[in-house]
């Protein structure tokens, strides 16, 4: 019974929703034909549809969207009111209508057009050698370099554009009281741009006749600054490219290690002959741990001294003749150098040529290594520099930056000096004369080769 009313209640109810759908009808009249009307669903904000990207994609959208000057907030990949306004921004700009969203030509332009301006100022990640810390350069912008111990300052011909990064030592720092000191030092700026906030703060605004922009952090004791000064005739050009120096700039890498660099199994590097009867100075660090130790053209070599705290290492060859020892007697007047060394052979398809680049360091003098810029080719540490006279400057080492990340991602490389009143100490501690010798640099290196396990 149950069974049966049941299906007779559905059966009602599926005639009477029947009855419903269709209209009545009267005699001798057709009935007329119904029309559908879609339920349109509500339309998606832009915000919605930026918050649906990945979070690459809204990153690449924001800094190609500040390249073209109509963002300038922090490139973080969150979505904001400031980063759809830009969008319709460069909407209205090409003539269409300012939805929001781009559509697939739009993006494709917005992406070109950036490319082409970062292009334009040539544009590149680098690391400071002597803080490890990561920056944006506009480098056809700013392409001379200077280094020293207080930072490095990157700098057009003329000094009208001006990239600083400075570091200092300051006992218990906050942003607050950072931000404060930079407000007044240099004396004669113009604040019209605030920011503080517990990790970093930054300030904009006019100094002298120069517009500047400042960004500013700190780890433990050590302060870190990013300053951009510019004419204000070149701020079209500059503006867009202060945008992504802010973002870009990274004062404390997180993915720095300290440690050794990873083993090769085989490393090359360049070694100085010093003294007729064999004697060769080298990097420590390319000739530790080797199975075999070689010089090619001469044979084997021996590793008998070390300089631990300055990576130096004493090699020595025997029965070898015709050696033309390097004069490391001199002294370097001038801190433009020409190091010379030996390419690894992948950097110069298997050949073995000795090279020479130029490279410059802050100041001459004092026994602790200098920071060398730019940093030579791989196989050029142990190499020689010298100055344009022929005085010895010292020994060229390269030192990677460990970063966190892929495994067979290649690490930054910067370089150091190890000064040459250094090298002569090593060298009178193992009973290695430093006089004579000839100032022809490319006849006295030779390649070292280290065979690991």
Not at 36 to 55: F, G
Request: charged share 20%; proline share 7%.
């Amino acid at each position: 019974m149950r069974s049966v009313l049941s299906a007779t209640l559905m059966a009602v109810a599926m005639s009477t929703a029947h009855a419903q759908m269709t209209p009545p009808s009267t005699p001798g009249t057709k009935p007329k034909s119904m029309t559908t009307v879609p339920i349109r669903p509500p339309l998606q904000k832009p915000e919605d549809t930026a918050n649906a990207m990945a979070q690459a994609e809204r990153l690449a959208l924001q800094s190609d969207l500040a390249w073209v000057g109509q963002y300038n907030g922090a490139i973080t990949g969150d979505v904001s009111e400031r980063m759809v306004n830009a969008i319709k921004e460069f909407q209205k700009g090409r003539g269409g209508k300012p939805t929001g969203v781009l559509n697939p030509q739009e993006r494709s332009v917005l992406a070109d057009t950036a490319r082409r301006r970062r292009e334009n100022v040539g544009w590149k990640i680098v690391t400071e050698p002597a803080t490890g810390a990561r920056l944006g350069i506009p480098t056809k912008l700013v392409p001379q370099l200077t280094n020293d111990a207080s930072g490095a300052k990157w700098s057009s011909p003329t000094g009208t554009i001006q990239v600083l990064l400075t570091r200092r030592k300051e006992a218990s720092p906050t942003t607050a009281k950072l931000a404060e000191r930079e407000k007044k030092e240099p004396a004669g700026r113009t604040i019209d741009y605030t920011v503080v906030k517990p990790d970093f703060f930054v300030l904009s605004g006019m100094q002298g006749l120069k517009k500047f922009y400042l960004r500013g952090t700190f780890r433990s004791d050590e302060v870190r600054i990013l300053t951009i000064l510019y004419d204000q005739a070149t701020e079209n050009t500059v503006e867009p490219a202060v945008i992504a120096m802010s973002s870009a700039f990274n004062a404390f890498p997180a993915g720095v290690q300290i440690g050794p660099p990873p083993r090769k199994t085989v490393e090359y590097s360049t070694g100085i002959v010093v003294s007729d009867d064999g004697a060769i100075v080298a990097d420590r660090v390319a000739t530790d741990e080797c199975i075999a130790l070689t010089i090619p053209g001469h044979g084997r070599a021996d590793r008998i001294a070390e300089d631990k705290e300055h990576d130096l290492a004493l090699l020595r060859i025997y029965g070898a003749r015709a050696l033309k020892p390097l004069n490391v007697a001199g002294n370097a007047t001038k801190t433009a150098l020409e190091v010379t060394g030996i390419a690894d052979p992948q950097n110069q398809g298997g050949g073995t040529e000795v090279t020479s680049v130029k490279a410059s360091i802050a100041q001459l003098g004092g026994g602790d290594d200098a920071a060398l810029s730019p940093a030579p080719a791989a196989g050029f540490s142990g190499a020689a520099a010298l100055d344009d006279d022929g005085r010895f400057a010292g020994i060229a080492l390269l030192k990677p930056v460990q970063v966190a990340g892929a495994a067979n991602a290649t690490p930054p490389t910067q370089a150091a000096l190890v000064p040459a009143d250094t090298v002569r100490g090593f060298l009178k501690a193992h009973d290695v004369a430093a006089s004579g010798g000839s100032t022809d640099a490319r006849a006295a290196v030779v390649r070292v080769i280290c065979v690991r396990k």
